[in-house]
């Protein structure tokens, strides 16, 4: 990745600007924010993390031999907008900020 004070940067906009949205109960809901409303953009860094996938949830279960995860892009990035999970942003910076 680049560089990681950038980075931690861009993921404590992004989770300042997702504070007040509600995740969903069962499902998590995507937030969307206009890229003009960030003050951190950086192109080269939103699209590595675009591509860089992440752990939604995790199956388990008596009829289920191995556990089946699902996993999705840490960001999407559609037009002028940014798309994200906002518990996937939290996770992610607290792993990268230990």
């Known amino acids: ?34 890229i003009s409303e960030l003050d951190n953009y950086d192109f080269l860094i939103f699209e590595e993390l675009e591509k860089t996938e992440r752990k939604l949830w995790t199956k388990t279960g008596s009829g289920i031999e191995k556990p089946l995860i699902a996993y999705v892009p840490t960001l999407k990035i559609k037009n002028d907008y940014v798309s994200f999970i906002p518990t996937i942003i939290r996770e992610y910076l607290k792993e990268i900020e230990e």
Request: no cysteine.
């Open 1 to 34: 990745m680049t560089n990681n004070i950038q980075l931690i940067e861009i993921l404590k906009e992004l989770v300042e600007k997702s504070k007040d949205y509600n995740d969903g109960f069962m499902t998590p809901k995507e937030y969307e924010i206009q």
